[in-house]
């Protein structure tokens, strides 16, 4: 029992997650030829909340059609809480020693839960900062037609040229803002 | 019912984020300097392992599914510029706030509030994109 419970708490190697997490796009059709994905939520909770007076045709569709996909998010919730709470990890997260490096030098405290105080903690410049890294997340998934699951595991597994375009501009986009704008923010901002 | 197999597979990919840490700013950083191979081989593992899963159930395909749908291989929609540019900009934001969409989902359910914070702007982000949308290149 206890072994089933240190087995919960992981952390879990990339070869056991990384598995687990691609057999999700076969599991997905077979159950309803769903596509494996979670961004596509986030039209339709705007579309879900869209008030009557405002008309943004966008989001003027049957979402009643995706409440699988919806089910799935609550399932994600489902798992978030399960895996954070009940059975979170008492172990600091081991970071590769470099990076505890760089994170010192950017005056970050020493690595122990899962994320940073220093870029989630609410102080006003935190808020600021996290709404606005929210909208490109948003406005950029959707306009991409996909974030990491859907395009780089969904997409590239059935090899569609389109999820690779998008890989590419994710992983550009990603290193431009890890290598030059977080320390420009960890220097300045916060 | 209908649905609660959805609510197993969702339970699992949240469950397996926060345990795997790819929902950890520290983790994506890492990735972005290449200090690590851990988040590489998640991904790299699991587009393998979505392939060869796909070739396995290829004899299948445009037979009914579980739920009755014909099975076919899920179609991305065409363009030209969305994606790079979609995805360059959703990259800018996931290499700031370390998150993607699934880790948002999965660290309010761990109860983060951070992530609540991030969500809300994710749904403006969304909702500026519906409002642009016909304005905006393919």
Not at chain 1, 179 to 190: A, D, H, N, R, V
Request: hydrophobic fraction near 50%.
């Amino acid at each position: 029992m206890e072994q089933i419970i240190e087995l919960l708490q992981g952390p879990w190697p990339w070869y056991v997650s990384g598995p687990i997490i691609g057999t999700l796009v076969p599991l997905l059709i077979l159950i309803g030829n769903r596509s494996f994905g979670i961004s596509q939520n986030l039209e339709h909770i705007c579309a879900i909340t869209q008030p009557k007076f405002v008309h943004v045709h966008f989001f003027k569709y049957d979402w009643k059609a995706s409440v699988w996909s919806l089910v799935f998010a609550s399932g994600v919730l489902l798992g978030g809480f399960l895996a954070g709470v009940t059975y979170a990890n008492p172990e600091p997260i081991k970071i590769s020693l470099e990076a505890q490096q760089m994170y010192a030098s950017w005056g970050l405290s020493a690595v122990s839960e899962m994320n940073p105080n220093e870029v989630f903690g609410m102080s006003p410049a935190n808020i600021v900062l996290l709404l606005v890294g929210g909208v490109f997340i948003g406005f950029g998934t959707r306009y991409a037609g996909g974030c990491t699951s859907g395009h780089a595991i969904t997409g590239l597994s059935t090899l569609q040229p389109q999820s690779l375009y998008a890989v590419i501009g994710i992983f550009g986009g990603g290193l431009i803002a890890s290598q030059f704008l977080i320390p420009m923010i960890m220097g300045g901002l916060l | 019912m209908k649905y609660f197999p959805y609510l197993i597979m969702g339970t699992l990919f949240g469950f397996t984020l926060i345990k795997s840490e790819a929902v950890s700013w520290y983790r994506i950083q890492e990735m972005f300097h290449f200090q690590s191979f851990h988040m590489f081989g998640i991904l790299f593992s699991a587009v393998l392992t979505a392939f060869i899963g796909i070739q396995l159930i290829r004899p299948l395909l445009n037979k009914p599914s579980m739920e009755g749908e014909l099975m076919e291989i899920p179609k991305k929609r065409p363009g030209k510029y969305s994606h790079p540019v979609g995805g360059f900009m959703f990259g800018i934001g996931w290499g700031v706030i370390g998150l993607c969409p699934g880790p948002i989902f999965a660290l309010i359910g761990s109860g983060l509030f951070g992530a609540v914070v991030v969500f809300i702007g994710t749904l403006h982000g969304t909702w500026l994109y519906g409002w642009l949308q016909h304005r905006l290149p393919e």
